[in-house]
């Protein structure tokens, strides 16, 4: 099993940056990657990026190319997500999500941290 648990969010100004961290404990050295989603209120939940366990190699939708960095500390076993830019939109529950294969479900997932950007 892996546990996931995100920073603390908060309010953020529109603008400026967020930064997240995600850290991994458990069985670490049975993950594919990590990932991480957001959820707003009446929306499907959006991925943000993802980024192999491993090798370290990132994947990130075109939604968000360009305004979102994934990175991870196999040392401190920590997956961190930097957004710039942020907007209002931005508004949302943000996820921390693991996996074990690239052909499996996110079956890791922390408890979310809601991020508020105000404008």
């Known amino acids: 099993q892996v546990q996931l648990v995100e920073s603390a969010g908060g309010v953020v100004q529109a603008g400026e940056s967020l930064r997240l961290s995600c850290t991994v404990s458990?069985?670490?050295?049975?993950?594919?990657?990590l990932s991480w989603f957001r959820q707003a209120p009446g929306k499907e939940r959006e991925s943000l990026g993802a980024i192999t366990w491993s090798r370290g190699h990132t994947y990130y939708p075109d939604s968000v190319k360009g305004r979102v960095t994934i990175s991870r500390d196999n040392v401190k076993n920590m997956v961190n997500l930097q957004m710039n830019s942020l907007r209002p939109e931005d508004t949302a529950v943000y996820y921390c999500?693991?996996?074990?294969?690239?052909?499996?479900?996110?079956?890791?997932w922390g408890q979310g941290t809601q991020v508020t950007v105000s404008s």
């Open positions: 458990g069985r670490t050295s049975s993950l594919y990657a």
């Open positions: 999500a693991g996996r074990d294969s690239v052909v499996s479900q996110y079956e890791y």
